[in-house]
């Protein structure tokens, strides 16, 4: 394919989408866990029996942001989200929205004309922008949205060197943790001796919480590879890799299908839009290894032997994949890429602050009303994320913390709610932009239990190394452990930060180097609780077991004997329509009573 | 217990490899280890020691490399698995869930602890670091199932469903 032959391929797509004015846009990627296919069959099947082909088109999009919606749809044109459709309501919604032109207050949830309020109303919608509006398993829907237009522009008119220096100028910091600058990370490359150049697309998306790269390579998977032809242009690489989740399936699935149609175009192989540039991508799946995200350990994983990282210099950039010139990028900064190119890198650097430029898709999880994906511009405050695009917290609970960043991360107290942020005030506070995990916690979450909850998993996925790793995070989580179980001594506070600044600054990378943030951001803010569980053995949140007393409350209990049937050890007597009551001594803490009473009789304290 | 081990399918994975992932002298490429594993363990449903060996002669890359690539990660296992294999996920927003409760349910129903398999052959438990349905939390994978919004006498329901015969529902 030749420039000129996409250009009116695009046109043509254009004008064969105008045909159908109705569209239903079913995210198929995300919302598939909430039964997704079961819809677009029911759609599907009434379209056939009522022969509504000619008006209403079902497209199998991808994520439209608002995942506790799921599963969600958009209908086009009113613009209306439906949230938690099931296959039952197919001929509802088709007779009356889509024939009937009414809407349904029932499943009606948000609309994307809404303006300025609500859950897009604070969004900026740039890289995730073709997500929910394409079907992510055709080429077409994508080039109809203008997919390699940029990559094309660049291959044609533009120098490596050009492409750099907009990149350099866009401010694009590495959206995948550590925020090195982009456009710098590609000059080294760029600059590198050698004719044989790797460039590697890292969608090993393994921080817990972060799901941004999973939507947007299910969702929008040729804007990656878009990204990746412009990338490679740029550092001079002929042959990249995606290495990605293999728990991620669906990701899998269509960036496969993405790189073969993409082939099938003549958009990867040799001669690119009759360019002359060469590039093709190999997908390679992880297996299962949280610290193959390290870039160096990837490359050890690409090489077919263990994942475990190696120190720097030499970077990548001089001696990666075989020990050639590489070139590694996260999923979502690649998105960014043909944006870049198309508003150039100054106008693209307008959005955002001073140092951190451009948006950032943050995965909303946890206690908080709207979980889902959202976009905002850098800069934002926590205040609008949590409360004004996520509508607070539920069953009137209050905010405790925000724990950003994953395992390398930290837990942001309330009195940071109204701080901009960006990838030097998180630093500041203790915490990381990371890949974007945004969990929030209410008052029932303990800082202790989260703190002991990351070294678990760090403690899991050390390669074992370096020794500070390996057995430094080991003692952490063991002294945690002990405060979390009612045997914390004095002292351990200090151990703990002793032990924390050692792992800190003497492991090997980042893995190890990060570790122990959960940890220091729980003590800096939340020391009275870790001071609870020491010296009071209490758990202020009710969350630790070992720590919890159950009884039964005389004045609500009605003798129903439920608790008495479920609890596992037998710790509960009484006789039927009598008030009932728990042996201390023989209570596991399990909390099974306190779930089953239906008359709240059961106080946890 | 000897069983013997069909070498047919792993024949037929390594001739399919690509010329693109072989030496000049007609021996696979070490990089390409890991995808060659993960072919063998999909035909298999486990890496029998037997086939290990097997690639080892075939391809030159030495036992002990092939050994130290499959126990590093995870998803490669050296035991036959269950017939339906059920991810609990441990991610932070099935933690703040709850999901530690989940995961302990799971093996008290079952009665094995995380990484194993039930002696009846139906069952294996794994947790896993995060499925990336956070919005979901908390999740449960049964095969390739998800199972959110979870709570415990839930995820006993679902589990009863798949037992005793281990037919779908």
Redesign the interface.
């Known amino acids: 394919m030749t420039l000129s032959e996409l250009k009116s391929l695009r046109e043509k797509i254009e004008i064969s989408k105008k045909l159908i004015k109705q569209r239903i846009y079913i995210c198929t990627t995300?919302c598939?866990?909430?039964g997704a296919l079961e819809l677009v069959a029911g759609f599907n099947e009434y379209i056939e029996k009522n022969n509504l082909a000619g008006i209403l088109e079902i497209v199998e999009s991808g994520c439209h942001g608002k995942?506790?919606q799921?599963p969600l749809i958009r209908l086009e044109p009113s613009g209306y989200y439906y949230g938690k459709v099931k296959p039952e309501d197919v001929s509802e919604i088709v007779e009356k929205t889509i024939l009937g032109n009414e809407k349904i207050e029932r499943f009606y949830t948000v609309t994307s004309q809404e303006g300025e309020k609500g859950f897009f109303g604070h969004q900026k919608k740039d890289i995730l922008l073709n997500c929910g509006i394409i079907d992510p398993k055709k080429i077409d829907d994508a080039i109809g949205v203008g997919a390699y237009m940029q990559a094309a522009a660049a291959l044609e008119s533009m120098s490596p060197l050009q492409v750099i220096e907009n990149v350099l100028e866009s401010g694009l910091k590495g959206r995948g943790g550590a925020g090195f600058p982009t456009g710098l990370k590609w000059k080294f490359c760029h600059n590198a001796p050698g004719d044989e150049k790797y460039l590697i697309c890292n969608a090993d998306?393994?921080?817990?919480?972060?799901?941004m790269d999973?939507a947007l390579l299910e969702g929008s998977p040729h804007q990656i590879i878009e990204g990746m032809i412009i990338a490679a242009y740029a550092i001079g690489a002929s042959r990249g890799f995606i290495y990605v989740r293999?728990?991620?399936?669906i990701a899998v699935e269509h960036i496969t299908l993405a790189v073969k149609q993409a082939e099938e175009y003549g958009l990867l192989g040799d001669n690119i839009l009759g360019s002359g540039f060469n590039f093709r991508i190999t997908i390679?799946?992880g297996?299962?290894?949280?610290v193959c995200g390290e870039e160096t350990a990837l490359i050890a994983?690409?090489?077919?032997?263990?994942?475990?990282p190696r120190s720097r210099p030499p970077f990548p950039a001089n001696s990666g994949y075989?020990g050639k010139p590489t070139n590694i990028n996260n999923v979502e900064t690649l998105a960014n890429i043909p944006l870049i190119i198309e508003k150039t890198g100054k106008t693209y650097s307008e959005t955002g602050t001073k140092d951190s430029k451009g948006t950032k898709i943050f995965?909303l999880?946890?206690?908080v009303k709207n979980?889902?994906l959202v976009e905002v511009p850098m800069g934002i405050s926590l205040r609008e994320i949590i409360y004004d695009i996520g509508e607070g917290i539920p069953d009137g609970r209050n905010f405790k913390a925000a724990?950003m960043g994953?395992p390398s991360g930290g837990c942001v107290p309330g009195e940071y709610l109204d701080l901009p942020i960006d990838y030097e005030s998180l630093k500041e506070v203790g915490a990381i932009m990371g890949s974007g995990?945004l969990?929030v916690?209410d008052d029932r979450?303990c800082m202790v239990d989260?703190a002991h909850?990351?070294l678990e998993?760090i403690q899991k996925?050390s390669?074992g190394k370096c020794v500070p790793c390996r057995v430094g995070t080991r003692h952490m989580k063991d002294i945690l452990a002990r405060i979390c179980g009612g045997k914390g001594e004095k002292g351990d506070i200090e151990k703990l930060e002793e032990l924390a600044v050692t792992v800190k600054s003497s492991s090997l990378c980042a893995l190890g180097q990060t570790a122990p943030n959960p940890v220091l951001t729980t003590l800096k803010y939340f020391r009275n609780e870790y001071e609870a569980h020491i010296f009071d053995k209490k758990c202020p949140a009710g969350n630790c077991r070992d720590l919890l007393t159950y009884e039964i409350l005389e004045e609500n209990c009605t003798g129903c004997g439920v608790c008495k049937k479920n609890c596992?050890v037998s710790a509960i007597s009484g006789e039927k329509k009598e008030i009932h009551s728990i042996n201390p001594n023989t209570c596991t803490e399990c909390?099974?009573c306190f779930?089953v009473c239906k008359f709240q009789a059961v106080r946890v304290s | 217990m000897i069983t013997t081990i069909d070498l047919e399918p792993v024949n037929k994975i390594l001739a399919q490899i690509e010329l693109s992932e072989k030496l000049t002298n007609g021996k696979i490429k070490p990089a390409y280890l890991i995808p060659l594993l993960q072919d063998i363990q999909d035909e298999y449903g486990y890496l029998p020691r037997k086939v290990l060996e097997h690639v080892s002669t075939i391809s030159g890359i030495p036992l002990s490399r092939i050994f130290g690539v499959i126990t590093f990660y995870e998803q490669f296992y050296m035991e036959p698995q269950g017939k339906h294999t059920i991810k609990c996920c441990r991610g932070t927003a099935c933690h703040v869930k709850n999901g530690q409760k989940i995961s302990d349910t799971i093996s008290e129903i079952l009665g094995i602890a995380e990484g194993e398999t039930t002696e009846d052959g139906l069952f294996t438990f794994e947790t896993v670091a995060c499925l990336g349905t956070c919005f979901l939390a908390p999740v449960v994978m049964i095969d390739d199932q998800y199972f959110g919004n979870l709570t415990n006498s839930e995820i006993t329901k679902i589990i009863n469903k798949y037992s005793p015969k281990g037919d779908m529902p």
């Open positions: 995300g598939r866990a909430s995942c506790s799921a998306e393994g921080d817990p919480g972060a799901f999973r293999a728990e991620y399936p390679r799946k297996a299962g290894a949280f994983s690409l090489e077919g032997k263990r994942g475990m075989m995965a999880a946890g206690d979980t889902g724990q994953g995990g969990i916690m979450s989260m909850y990351f998993f996925e390669c596992p909390g099974k779930e």
